[in-house]
Structure formats: structure tokens, C-alpha cells
């Protein structure tokens, strides 16, 4: 897990999931967004899995920011 602080409160986390299905990453992102919500943190998520998504790691980053940017908080 990496996380990128930029102005004000705001901050990227990327979390790589190697080997797990999409319905599995799915699964665990929505665990993540209920615990950070339990502790008043507002969260959006976007998913990309491979192949599916992208075949790069840059494509795959570009789809998690793209639907990451149309989720609600």
C-alpha cells in the first residue's frame, strides 16, 4: 500500500492485490471503505484488474484513477 499526500486533506492510496480475482479485490475494497466510513473518513475507490482493465501497469493505474474520479465519496 501506498499512500501520496498532496494539498489539504486530500491523499492517493494505491493497494495492488496480486492473485486475487476481481470479485475478491471487489470484495475487499468495499471492507476497506466500510472501516475507513466507521471512522468518518470519506473515501472513493476505483478498480482495475488484468487483463480485463489494461495490460500495464500504467493503463491499469489510469482505469483505478478514472473510475476512482466518477465514484461518489
Known amino acids: 500500500m501506498r499512500t501520496r499526500r498532496s494539498a489539504g486533506a486530500n491523499a492517493t492510496t494505491i493497494v495492488l492485490l496480486p492473485e486475487v480475482t ?8 468495499f471492507d476497506l ?28 493505474l489510469v482505469g483505478a484513477r478514472s473510475a476512482a474520479s466518477g465514484a461518489a465519496p
Open 22 to 29: 476481481a470479485q475478491e479485490a471487489r470484495a475487499r475494497a
Open 33 to 60: 471503505v466500510a472501516q475507513l466510513a466507521a471512522r468518518g473518513v470519506e473515501v472513493r475507490v476505483g478498480l482495475a484488474v488484468h487483463p480485463t482493465d489494461g495490460g500495464s501497469a500504467d493503463a491499469l
